[in-house]
């Protein structure tokens, strides 16, 4: 294969659909990408509300799909393939049903098409019922990279992410209110069961670290029951702030910059954090960071789990429990993250009251 100089002005699609925390890690791979090749066109197809996530990479261009309206369904996607224009390589980052279907028109267009290994046989041994094979797998961030190697690109391993700071805009700021010490994230929930630890145990922790002296707490989601879960919490504690449906997307992202700590799920906000180098205390129940989707760059330490022979027994925690009641994260005590936190901001347990 023939390696493409890094003057080269190619033009090159990136696919990458959903979900948010696997779009938000294609960001990295992208900058290094731009940094080694500044002449390349790159285009990336992609939800418009996800766009926030490439502040960092530099100039790069947006496609977002209509895929409930006009790229809806097998003439959608014909639609899709004409609307889209012509590329020289496309890296599917995807690999589903609808961006094979994307790049088999656009190889008929004369592009040139890599797509993803998922790895799919040995995280099936890792999350089988029996005899899993517990190691670390690739990274997502390295399958990433990979497809672009095999395209044909010298580029080096990705660097770690940088601590950002970013300018909050007036919304941003409104709700932040004033800083006085330490500003923590906390976003209790995740697409699947799964992975959620639960409420009540989060709200306990909330709660408690609210009482850290001269601390806020802003709590991060989306969608109705974690909109009430969030204001019902934030109801009693003046020093709890919920964000969800307060700000954009890119507004959240401003102010995660701008905190001290995350506290989350094996969930976007892990990565959204990781973005812009912040440290996150996540918590894990049936998945685990050996399936390649921990934090890019976070300290493998301050990862909250217990061992069982179960886990992991999905890859996205999508599975029903083998056991019938999420043990994996029930057995978890709101005092074991409650420490995790304090010992990270070297400050006092708080009392339980």
Request: glycine share 8%; hydrophobic share 40%; charged share 25%.
């Amino acid at each position: 294969m023939d390696q493409i100089p890094h003057s080269a002005s190619l033009r090159i699609l990136v696919i990458r659909l959903s979900a948010m925390g696997d779009v938000a890690m294609v960001a990295p791979v992208l900058a290094a990408l731009r940094k080694s090749y500044p002449n390349l066109q790159i285009t990336m197809l992609t939800p418009k509300f996800l766009q926030p996530f490439f502040r960092e990479v530099g100039e790069m261009c947006f496609f977002s799909p209509d895929l409930k309206n006009r790229h809806k369904g097998i003439r959608g996607l014909l639609r899709l393939g004409h609307d889209i224009g012509r590329f020289d390589m496309v890296a599917d980052l995807h690999d589903v049903l609808r961006s094979k279907g994307l790049c088999k028109l656009l190889r008929w267009k004369g592009a040139k098409i890599e797509r993803i290994d998922k790895g799919r046989a040995e995280k099936k041994a890792l999350t089988a019922p029996k005899n899993k094979i517990k190691v670390q797998l690739k990274t997502t961030i390295e399958r990433y990279r990979d497809v672009f190697i095999r395209l044909g690109f010298d580029i080096p391993q990705i660097p770690l992410p940088q601590r950002i700071h970013y300018p909050m805009s007036s919304e941003t700021l409104a709700l932040a209110g004033v800083r006085k010490h330490f500003w923590i994230g906390v976003s209790p929930f995740a697409q699947h069961t799964g992975k959620i630890y639960p409420p009540e145990k989060m709200r306990e922790v909330i709660l408690r670290l609210a009482d850290i002296p001269d601390t806020r707490i802003f709590i991060f989601g989306g969608g109705v029951s974690e909109k009430q879960f969030a204001e019902e919490t934030a109801a009693l504690k003046e020093n709890i702030v919920s964000v969800i449906g307060q700000i954009k997307l890119g507004q959240e992202m401003e102010l995660i910059s701008n905190l001290d700590l995350m506290v989350s799920m094996d969930s976007s906000a892990l990565h959204m954090s990781s973005l812009v180098g912040l440290p996150v205390i996540s918590i894990w129940g049936a998945t685990h960071p050996y399936a390649g989707f921990y934090g890019f760059g976070q300290d493998p330490d301050l990862a909250v789990q217990i061992d069982m022979e179960c886990r992991p027994c999905s890859v996205y925690g999508n599975k029903p429990c083998l056991t019938g009641d999420y043990r994996c994260m029930a057995d978890i005590a709101p005092e074991k993250v409650i420490k995790k936190v304090c010992d990270f901001l070297q400050v006092s347990l708080p009392e339980k009251k």
